[in-house]
């Protein structure tokens, strides 16, 4: 078999232009744009470049963007004071602050900070909780991006059998929690699983979040089932030429694809999601924060 190749960018594409359409309508018809507020603390390059590519994106699907620049040295106290004005603005419906923060800044302490409300990452304690109790709450946005390619490909998961693997609060938890939400059999499976090939094998859904090159190769995936490739590499391509590299996933894509049923590249799959669903997130933020309905689709 050759596995149907599940296209993140254009998946993205499609959640975007559904975000952009809501967005227009909310403004016609409520006078209301919804705005994300991003804050950066530090100069670390790569979080730079997520930060500029969150505030295109969100600018193109007509949302306002505030972005907020602290210096790498900047007080906790500082952070926080930052983020209690961004709590009680009423154009701000989203607050990401970029992780990782400096070693000296309280990672929990700050992002539980955020009004739960507004918080578009959905790592606040609430809506961890929420999330686990199979309430309302705003979802991670990677793993809500999984369960929408995931749901689009299979329409009901009811039934399946699904291997997280990976235990992350950012990734790996929370999907868990959006499948057992869609009725499948879950597994977490993680650095300490023993036979986690066996396990593997006996999955319908296989999401993988441990961020290790290729680590699951094709025999380990059952015949047909979906591979959901979570990890983004960067390995050494010294057939590319000397000091090149590429991207891989966790999943060894050219054996997987020959057995699986569908699978995400990488990159161009659950990558382009992640902020797609961010600004879904924003959008599901600023309808609930003005008693509006929420548009269908872009929520757990
Ligand atoms: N750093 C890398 N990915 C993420 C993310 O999804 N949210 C936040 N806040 N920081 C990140």
């Not at 190749?5 to 993205?12: H, L, M, Q, W």
């Not at 590249?265 to 992640?274: H, K, L, N, R």
């Amino acid at each position: 078999m050759t596995a149907k190749v599940i296209d993140g960018k254009a998946f993205a594409a499609t959640v975007r232009e559904k975000v952009a359409g809501h967005v227009a309508r909310l403004k016609e018809e409520n006078g209301l744009t919804p705005g994300l507020a991003v804050v950066l603390v530090g100069e670390d390059p790569a979080s730079q470049v997520y930060v500029r590519s969150k505030g295109k994106q969100t600018v193109e699907v007509g949302m306002n963007s505030f972005e907020h620049k602290l210096d790498a040295d900047c007080s906790e106290a500082e952070l926080l004071a930052l983020i209690d004005r961004l709590n009680t603005d009423p154009a701000v419906h989203g607050i990401l602050v970029q992780l990782p923060l400096p070693g000296h800044l309280d990672e929990d302490l700050v992002v539980n900070s955020i009004n739960p409300a507004k918080d578009v990452d959905g790592f606040h304690i609430s809506n961890v909780g929420l999330l686990g109790t199979g309430q309302k709450s705003m979802v991670p946005c990677t793993p809500l991006g999984c369960l929408m390619m995931l749901r689009d490909h299979h329409g009901s998961l009811s039934g399946m059998n699904a291997v997280v693997i990976g235990r992350s609060n950012i990734v790996g938890k929370p999907m868990a929690q959006l499948l057992l939400g869609d009725s499948c059999t879950v597994t977490i499976a993680h650095s300490r699983t023993k036979d986690l090939a066996d396990v593997v094998r006996g999955a319908d859904i296989v999401v993988a979040a441990v961020g290790r090159p290729e680590m699951v190769p094709g025999d380990w995936i059952k015949p047909g089932a979906t591979v959901i490739d979570v990890g983004i590499n960067r390995i050494d391509a010294p057939e590319k030429g000397e000091g090149k590299t590429r991207l891989v996933g966790d999943c060894h894509y050219v054996s997987c694809a020959e057995v699986a049923g569908a699978i995400t590249p990488v990159p161009g799959g659950v990558g382009p999601m992640t902020i797609a669903c961010l600004l879904a997130n924003t959008l599901t933020a600023a309808c609930r924060a003005n008693g509006l309905q929420e548009p269908d689709g872009l929520t757990a």
